[in-house]
């Protein structure tokens, strides 16, 4: 993994966060967030970790970030597109107003194919990889919860089309995470072992997983859709 470069979209919080650590142990990682203070938090935190302020779905300001990348580095090896809305909840849909709606599909999905469109002269460069980040509420849902379920979705498909466009010389996976523990919130007992393995996922189980889909070992992998939850989407549930 020696002198790889690698970007991570909405690094500087949550799963995002801990990929961008974990990354960095190997590699060098540029976290790309709208939120500047957690840029500078996670910088302060681990100085191996470069930060970039980016509204990813300012189409303009991909392109600057790409273009500073290639001056700066010379290359790209890899793209995880992780920034998104992490509230899954939307208004009732009798309600639900189309501003909110079109900025989680710009912000979910829009802009995971716009970093794809423009990294995708460095990625060819380097036979580099790219991995998204969607979630098991593409395949199961609460009420309420139209406009991100939909865009997920939209992320498992984008990945298994940009694998057949982009192939051979880059390869595009994605990674579906169930419940990731991402705060300081102490969790009950049963919130882990309603899990199959006994307990809620950590950001690492995550992170894991991209470090081997942009590795040479996961060079026959290609299009296909990792689901990391710890067996919740295998339960079959109902009241009793």
Not at 13 to 34: C, E, F, R, T, W
Not at 42 to 54: D, G, H, T, Y
Not at 74 to 102: C, M, Q
Not at 199 to 222: H, P, Q, W
């Amino acid at each position: 993994m020696e002198n790889k470069v690698v970007l991570v979209t909405g690094g500087a919080n949550g799963i995002g966060k801990g990929i961008a650590h974990y990354l960095s142990k190997g590699m060098l990682v540029i976290a790309a967030d709208i939120d500047e203070n957690a840029g500078f938090e996670l910088v302060s935190e681990n100085p191996l970790v470069r930060f970039k302020q980016l509204d990813v779905t300012n189409e303009q300001q991909i392109i600057s970030l790409i273009e500073e990348i290639k001056y700066q580095h010379g290359r790209l090896d890899a793209v995880i597109n992780n920034a998104a809305i992490a509230d899954p909840y939307n208004a009732p849909l009798h309600e639900l107003d189309i501003y909110d709606w079109n900025k989680a599909l710009a912000v979910n999905l829009t802009a995971p194919m716009l970093m794809a469109k423009h990294t995708l002269p460095l990625l060819k460069e380097t036979n580099g990889c790219i991995v998204n980040i969607a979630s098991t509420r593409y395949l199961q849902s609460e009420k309420n919860t139209e406009a991100y379920s939909a865009s997920k979705g939209g992320i498992v498909s984008l990945t298994h089309a940009l694998a057949s466009s982009l192939g051979p010389e880059v390869r595009v996976n994605c990674i579906s995470p169930g419940w990731i523990h991402t705060s300081d919130e102490v969790l009950r007992e049963v919130d882990h072992l309603q899990h199959p393995v006994g307990r809620v996922g950590n950001v690492d189980d995550i992170a894991s997983m991209v470090g081997y889909l942009i590795s040479k070992e996961a060079g026959f992998i290609t299009g296909q859709n990792f689901v990391i939850d710890g067996g919740m989407t295998k339960k079959m549930i109902y009241s009793e």
